[in-house]
């Protein structure tokens, strides 16, 4: 897929991982929402979540109890930077992310064209340890 050919928002429709062993998870449950969005100069974002999000009872954002917020966190991934697309792969390259790991750092996905509307972006994950696995997200235009 061409850099032309994936800009725009890409809404969402399943993430799955699955282990070398065999296990298959799905990080945000088998609901989950989000999108992905390529702008035409360079800039992309991503905002992932938990279809069954639960609301804060304990508090507000900021003086909810330890335990709401780590759900939160937990049920929510996000991050943003600038991309470039080179053969059948795209590289996210992070500026900001709820995963404070990733910040400068390089994601790269692997697109697979399921088809005119439908792409998959692709990932080999924590290679070489008995958690190694193969991150499958599913998109469609939207």
């Known amino acids: 897929m061409s850099e032309h050919g994936i800009i725009g928002r890409w809404q969402i429709v399943a993430w799955e991982q699955v282990y070398d062993d ?4 799905y990080p945000m449950g088998q609901q989950v929402e989000g999108f992905i969005q390529y702008d035409p100069d360079g800039r992309m974002m991503c905002m992932l979540c938990r279809g069954d999000r639960q ?4 508090g507000g954002q900021w003086n909810a109890s330890q335990e709401e917020k780590a759900a939160a966190y937990s ?11 080179g053969g059948d792969a795209v590289s996210h390259h992070v500026e900001l992310s709820a995963f404070p790991n990733w910040k400068g750092g390089t994601q790269k996905r692997r697109i697979e064209t399921i088809d005119a509307g439908q792409v998959a972006l692709v990932a080999r994950l924590e290679e070489g340890t008995s958690e190694a696995r193969t991150a499958r997200l599913i998109w469609k235009r939207g």
């Open 22 to 25: 065999g296990r298959r998870t």
């Open 55 to 58: 609301n804060f009872t304990t």
């Open 75 to 85: 049920s929510m991934l996000a991050y943003a930077g600038t991309y470039t697309v």
